[in-house]
Every structure is written in structure tokens, then in C-alpha cells.
């Protein structure tokens, strides 16, 4: 990887992990927690990417309406498990859809670090995390995606996004080759 890099955690909240996925729960916040560990004690930059909706579901992603509302403000389920909570001077990237780019302030934040390449890790594979790596792509930044740190509750779809992104707009690494970047 080539200059400063920023990590970026897509999703980490508590409501997506309750649901089915592979790897399972565990396993995503263990490879997500040992990349925020390293990143923090490399002072590297970190930005957290949140959905968070309204409860009155006003500004949820249509088919979630009307049985399934997920992240709603003020929930539990909105916040990130433990051992992956924003820390003081992390960004923390507000939204309703898929693209956490979406949020003005993320981009200028990433920038204002100096970031040239963003690590991405999170849930799920095919939806948020893909958004995001594009969202990133299209504006400019190196991408890498954290293989062991990505979660999924339809693994063929998400093989099939990775082996897509992997060849078009991402290097598909693993933490062991990630962490060594920051020696």
C-alpha cells in the first residue's frame, strides 16, 4: 500500500450482528478489533461508518419498511459492539442507505488526515461494504479490503462481489498483510 492509510469500519452495530452471518459474529468483530488495535496504536486515522434511522422509520431504506427497522436511534442495536466503539478523534460517518459516503463530512475528514488508501472491514459484504469501497474508489482513494474482517448473510453473493471488486476497484488482503503495512 502506497501512503497514509485510514481504516474504515462499515456497519460494526449491534442490530447486524444479530442476525445470521459467516463468518460468524465473533469471528468479524475478532478480525475488525485486531485491525482497529493496530491502527490505534499506529495512529493511524479511523472512521466508523454508523446507519442510524429515525424511529419512526421516516428515513429507513425502503424495504425495511414496515416489519423490519434496523439501527434505529436510540436502540441498542445502533451501537457497535464493544471492543469496536468510536474512540475520541475517530469520525463517525451518519446513514440511512448503503453509501457511507453519502455523510459530507467523511471525505473531507479522510483527506484532512492525509489518507491515500482506505482499509475497509465490516458488514455485510454485498451491500454497505461494497457501497462503501465504491464509494471510496470513485473518489479517489487506494482501497483494501480486510478479508478477515468482513461479514455476510449471503456468501455466494458476497464471493461474487468480492471476486468483482477484488479485480476492478480493490486489493483483497488479510489482516496479517495488512498489520504488516503498519510496521
Given at each position: 500500500?502506497?501512503?497514509?492509510?485510514?481504516?474504515?469500519?462499515?456497519?460494526?452495530?449491534?442490530?447486524?450482528?444479530?442476525?445470521?452471518?459467516?463468518?460468524?459474529?465473533?469471528?468479524?468483530?475478532?478480525?475488525?478489533?485486531?485491525?482497529?488495535?493496530?491502527?490505534?496504536?499506529?495512529?493511524?486515522?479511523?472512521?466508523?461508518?454508523?446507519?442510524?434511522?429515525?424511529?419512526?422509520?421516516?428515513?429507513?431504506?425502503?424495504?425495511?419498511?414496515?416489519?423490519?427497522?434496523?439501527?434505529?436511534?436510540?436502540?441498542?442495536?445502533?451501537?457497535?459492539?464493544?471492543?469496536?466503539?468510536?474512540?475520541?478523534?475517530?469520525?463517525?460517518?451518519?446513514?440511512?442507505?448503503?453509501?457511507?459516503?453519502?455523510?459530507?463530512?467523511?471525505?473531507?475528514?479522510?483527506?484532512?488526515?492525509?489518507?491515500e488508501t482506505v482499509v475497509v472491514c465490516?458488514?455485510?459484504?454485498?451491500?454497505?461494504?461494497?457501497?462503501?469501497?465504491?464509494?471510496?474508489?470513485?473518489?479517489?482513494?487506494?482501497?483494501?479490503?480486510?478479508?478477515?474482517?468482513?461479514?455476510?448473510?449471503?456468501?455466494?453473493?458476497?464471493?461474487?462481489?468480492?471476486?468483482?471488486?477484488?479485480?476492478?476497484?480493490?486489493?483483497?488482503?488479510?489482516?496479517?498483510?495488512?498489520?504488516?503495512?503498519?510496521?
Open positions: 500500500m502506497n501512503g497514509p492509510i485510514g481504516l474504515l469500519l462499515v456497519d460494526m452495530q449491534e442490530d447486524f450482528f444479530a442476525r445470521g452471518m459467516t463468518p460468524t459474529r465473533d469471528e468479524v468483530i475478532a478480525g475488525a478489533a485486531q485491525l482497529l488495535q493496530a491502527f490505534r496504536a499506529a495512529g493511524a486515522p479511523v472512521a466508523h461508518i454508523h446507519t442510524v434511522c429515525a424511529p419512526d422509520g421516516s428515513d429507513a431504506m425502503p424495504h425495511w419498511l414496515p416489519d423490519k427497522m434496523l439501527c434505529v436511534a436510540g436502540t441498542p442495536g445502533v451501537l457497535a459492539p464493544e471492543p469496536l466503539r468510536p474512540a475520541e478523534g475517530e469520525f463517525v460517518a451518519i446513514k440511512q442507505h448503503y453509501d457511507g459516503f453519502v455523510d459530507p463530512g467523511l471525505e473531507p475528514w479522510l483527506r484532512a488526515q492525509g489518507v465490516g458488514v455485510y459484504t454485498q451491500t454497505c461494504v461494497r457501497a462503501a469501497v465504491l464509494g471510496a474508489y470513485q473518489r479517489g482513494f487506494k482501497v483494501v479490503m480486510a478479508t478477515d474482517a468482513l461479514g455476510t448473510d449471503d456468501v455466494q453473493f458476497a464471493n461474487m462481489n468480492l471476486a468483482w471488486l477484488g479485480a476492478r476497484a480493490a486489493k483483497l488482503l488479510d489482516n496479517s498483510a495488512i498489520l504488516e503495512t503498519l510496521r
